[in-house]
């Protein structure tokens, strides 16, 4: 099983810009989603954007309406990495985030992942 380590989180003000990576281990092959999902206390995991791959290569993005126009979700091959870029961050993304990995392309449900990461907390501050 892909091992997935994030780091990135942190906290900032409102406005501001966070970049989340997800460091995956192990080679995936086939049609697999990458995914990043958020958690805040008292609510449930919800996903924020996932990209399909084949083999090393992004087929498509999708992005739940929460950061849609305001995240970027990519992928870098030769690494076997997975990024969030996180712009104009609002006191609401305050969650921990968390990378998930499934087999083919499935929808953006957190029952529909089995690997997760550990997760990386984001603050956002007014």
């Known amino acids: 099983q892909v091992q997935l380590v994030e780091s990135g989180g942190g906290s900032v003000q409102a406005g501001g810009s966070l970049r989340l990576s997800c460091a995956a281990s192990?080679?995936?092959?086939?049609?697999?989603?990458m995914a990043w999902f958020r958690q805040a206390p008292g609510k449930e995991r919800e996903g924020v954007a996932r990209?399909?791959?084949?083999?090393?290569?992004?087929?498509?993005?999708y992005y739940a309406d929460s950061g849609k126009g305001r995240f970027t979700i990519s992928r870098d091959n030769a690494k076997n990495m997975l990024f969030l870029q996180m712009n104009s961050l609002k006191p609401e993304d305050t969650a921990n985030y968390y990378c998930?990995?499934?087999?083919?392309?499935?929808?953006?449900?957190?029952?529909?992942?089995?690997?997760w990461g550990q997760g990386t907390q984001v603050t956002v501050s007014s």
């Open positions: 998930a990995t499934a087999r083919g392309w499935v929808p953006l449900l957190a029952a529909n992942f089995h690997n």
């Open positions: 192990g080679a995936m092959y086939g049609q697999y989603s």
């Open positions: 990209i399909l791959c084949e083999d090393y290569s992004v087929r498509d993005t």
